[in-house]
């Protein structure tokens, strides 16, 4: 296998992490996680020999698509956070330090 058919695998794996993050389809989330993870060991396998402009389009369609399923991620986490603090009665009040006076 080539960098460019890794790339594309690891390309396709984010499309398929994208949409089941959107979907919470959190087997379909798994199957593709363990693909990307595959094809980026693929990548690093065949070597970091120079690339041409092919390789490095790819690899940063690869970024964009990473960095759009880290937001997904953070949007999750910020939501459950919240859901937990409304589930705690503490929804917006976050962190309250106690109060303690010198003279105790």
């Known amino acids: 296998m080539k960098r ?13 992490e994208i949409e089941a993050l959107k ?4 087997v379909a989330l798994e199957r593709a996680t363990q693909d990307k993870l595959a094809g980026i060991e693929q990548v690093a396998a065949l070597g970091t020999g ?25 949007l999750m986490a910020a939501n459950v956070r919240r859901r937990l603090q409304i ?4 929804a917006g ?7 303690v006076s010198a003279y105790a």
Request: hydrophobic share 35%; glycine share 6%; proline share 4%.
């Open 4 to 16: 460019r058919e890794a790339l594309i695998r690891v390309i396709d794996a984010l499309h398929a």
């Open 23 to 26: 979907s919470n389809d959190v």
């Open 50 to 74: 120079p690339a041409g402009d092919e390789i490095r389009e790819l690899a940063d369609e690869a970024n964009r698509l990473n960095e759009t399923c880290r937001i997904y991620v953070n």
């Open 87 to 90: 589930l705690t009665g503490d």
């Open 93 to 99: 009040h976050g962190y309250r330090p106690t109060l």
